[in-house]
């Protein structure tokens, strides 16, 4: 069984920043690629970023790119979401997400019915 906790979230102002953690209980957390979404009220789930097992890809949805970036450290089996330049419209429940599948090198997906273990989710919210 794999539980994802996140942590990080919180009010902000537009143009802040904040980073949010993503700790995966279980073995083999390195094999697998790491999601993150979001949900905003009355809004579907919806892709933020992906990390490749093998941390050298990310892939991030056009609303967020250049803004945030996704790292991880598989030692600590922690995924991170650094967020900079926030704005009102990121506003949304947060969420990590973990790939069980043992994908080639560089292969990701984007929808979360791709996904198999989720966390609770952490509340971020930017003042305008």
């Known amino acids: 069984q794999v539980q994802l906790v996140e942590s990080g979230g919180g009010l902000v102002q537009a143009g802040g920043s904040l980073r949010l953690s993503c700790t995966a209980s279980?073995?083999?957390?390195?094999?697998?690629?790491m999601g993150w979404f979001r949900q905003a009220p009355g809004k579907e789930r919806e892709f933020v970023g992906v990390?490749?097992?093998?941390?050298?890809?990310?892939v991030y949805a056009d609303s967020v790119k250049g803004r945030f970036t996704i790292s991880r450290d598989s030692a600590k089996n922690t995924v991170y979401l650094q967020m900079n330049s926030l704005q009102h419209e990121d506003t949304a429940v947060y969420y990590c997400?973990?790939?069980?599948?043992?994908?080639?090198?560089?292969?990701?997906?984007?929808?979360?019915?791709?996904?198999?273990?989720w966390g609770q989710g952490t509340q971020v919210t930017v003042s305008s």
């Open positions: 279980g073995r083999a957390f390195s094999a697998y690629n």
């Open positions: 990390v490749t097992w093998s941390g050298d890809r990310t």
């Open positions: 997400a973990i790939d069980r599948v043992l994908r080639r090198r560089g292969s990701i997906i984007t929808i979360p019915l791709g996904y198999d273990y």
